[in-house]
């Protein structure tokens, strides 16, 4: 059996307001829309942005914890997210030495940049 990433959803009162978040800080673009919101590109990555959505059954929720993300251009991120106002909650070395930075997110979630090296 082989698996792969499909998709990561973020529910979110504010489907705009967190798109917007994802264009401005990490080049995200729009690669169409859905049912309560829209389905992003962000760098190969497919995240589904949108409401509570009404056609599902089960229990929801807003938010995801973090998603993380590897830079290999750590300083120019934090200068792009520190410049557009973004919340930074906490930098870091890692114990592998690479630089660690978590982010606020405009829907309660966090987000986290990796250096790449």
């Avoid at 995240?47 to 509570?52: A, M």
Wanted: charged share 20%; glycine share 8%; with cysteine.
């Amino acid at each position: 059996m082989t698996l792969s990433l499909s998709h990561v959803h973020i529910k979110t009162p504010d489907p705009k307001k967190t798109i917007q978040f994802y264009i401005d800080n990490f080049g995200a673009s729009i690669k169409g829309e859905m049912a309560g919101g829209y389905q992003l590109n962000l760098h190969g990555l497919q995240v589904n942005v949108t409401t509570i959505m009404a056609t599902q059954n089960h229990e929801q929720h807003h938010g995801i914890e973090h998603l993380a993300i590897e830079s290999t251009d750590y300083d120019g991120s934090m200068a792009t997210v520190r410049k557009n106002g973004v919340e930074v909650l906490e930098e870091f070395t890692s114990n592998t030495g690479r630089r660690v930075a978590f982010l606020m997110c405009p829907d309660g979630a966090q987000m986290e940049i990796i250096e790449k090296k």
